[in-house]
């Protein structure tokens, strides 16, 4: 049997909505995102200039420019949820964690193929 005693989350505090995206001059606007996602504003760990500077073009190189890394980022969502469960880190059974980032692409292998 399987008990969820806590959730816990954390997103960076750089935000990018439409209108970022609109400035940025890559064929699209707010109208033409919200109407296919539904999507408004999303977090980013980046900082917006280098967003601005390079448009993400070579999300292996943006690691350098992140906020965080991406064992900061769980261990403030860990703590997030411990404090929602009551419970110590030595209390821990299991971590189930999702995340999307540059340091490690699905295949571990990704920035490597031309």
Request: aromatic fraction near 8%; charge should be negative.
């Amino acid at each position: 049997m399987l008990y969820v005693h806590g959730i816990g989350l954390f997103h960076p505090s750089n935000v990018i909505d439409n209108d970022f995206l609109t400035q940025l001059d890559i064929g699209t606007d707010d109208e033409w995102i919200t109407s296919r996602t539904g999507i408004k504003t999303r977090y980013t760990n980046l900082s917006l200039d280098y967003i601005r500077r390079t448009l993400n073009a070579d999300p292996c190189n943006a690691v350098g420019d992140m906020e965080y890394t991406s064992a900061q980022t769980s261990a403030m969502a860990t703590k997030k949820a411990l404090l929602q469960a009551g419970i110590s880190k030595d209390q821990i059974g299991s971590i189930v964690a999702g995340t999307s980032s540059p340091e490690f692409n699905i295949p571990t292998m990704a920035c490597t193929v031309a």
